[in-house]
C-alpha cells in the first residue's frame, strides 16, 4: 500500500491538564478528501491544530506524507501541508493589502516571481485582478474566504486541512466555495482532510469520514453511507437522522445543484 497523505495513530491530545481528544487512529490516501464530522466540542478542530503543529501537547504518532510531525511547525511541513480556518474575517491581517497577504508566504519561503504567482493564485480561486491591493474589509466574506484559500495554496502544497471552512458564509455563498474547494482539489491533486458538523457537506465534498463524539472516533464509514444510513454506531445513526431533518439549510444540496463556480 502506498504512503498515506495523512496518518494518525494512537493519538491523545490535551490542553493543559485535561485530555480532550483520546486515542485517535486513521489514515488520509493520497489524492483521498477526508471528513472528521461531530457535534461541536467533540475534538474535530483539535486534531486539525495538532496535525498543523498549533495544539502542542500530543502524544501518539503523526506524520504527513510520509514524514513524522514534530510539536511544531517547520519550513518542509508548511511548503507539504497548509491549513484553511473557519473565520475569513479573523484570518486575514487587516492591514495588509491582499497582494501582501498572498506574497508573504512567498517572501519567507524565498520565492521569486511573486507577481506572476499572485495573479495566477487570484485567478485560480476567481477574484478578479482588481481585488490585488484592497484591503480585507473592502471584500466580502466569500471573497475574503478565496484570498485564505489562496493564500495557503502560495506554497502548492499538497495536503489541505480545511476547518470548517464555510460554516461563517451565507448559504449561497458556502456553495461558491464548495465548489471552488472541489475544482481546486481536481485539478491540483489535493488530499483535504476537512472538519465539518454537516453531513450534505460530507456528501459533496469528501470520499470518508471519521466520526467523532467526545474526543474519540466512533466510526469510519465511506460516504456511501450517508445515502442508505447504514453506520454501524448508534451515535453516528442519531448524527445522521438529525442531520436528514433540515434539508434546508443544506449548503451542499445547493452547490450541487449549482455547479457553476461563479463570484
Ligand atoms: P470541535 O472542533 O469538534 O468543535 P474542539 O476541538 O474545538 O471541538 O474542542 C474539543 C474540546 O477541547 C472542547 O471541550 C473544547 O472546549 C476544548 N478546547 C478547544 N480549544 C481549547 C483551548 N484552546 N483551550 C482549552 N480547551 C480547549
Redesign the pocket.
Known sequence: MSTPAISLKDVDIS??N?K??HDVTFDVATGESFALV??????????L?AIAGLAPAWIGEISVLGKPRGHGTDRDFSESCQMVFQDPYASLHPRKTIDAVLSEPLAVHGIGKRSARVLEMLAAVGLDQRFRFRFPHQLSGGQRQRVAIARALMLEPKVMLLDEPTSALDVSVQAEILNLLKRLRREQGLTYLM?THNLPVVSFMCDRMAV?NK?RIVEIAPKTALYDGSFSNPYTRDLYAASGSNPDSNPARVAASNMKDSQ
Open positions: 490542553y493543559g485535561t480532550v481528544v461531530g457535534e461541536s466540542g467533540s475534538g474535530k478542530s483539535t486534531v491544530k472538519v467523532m474526543g
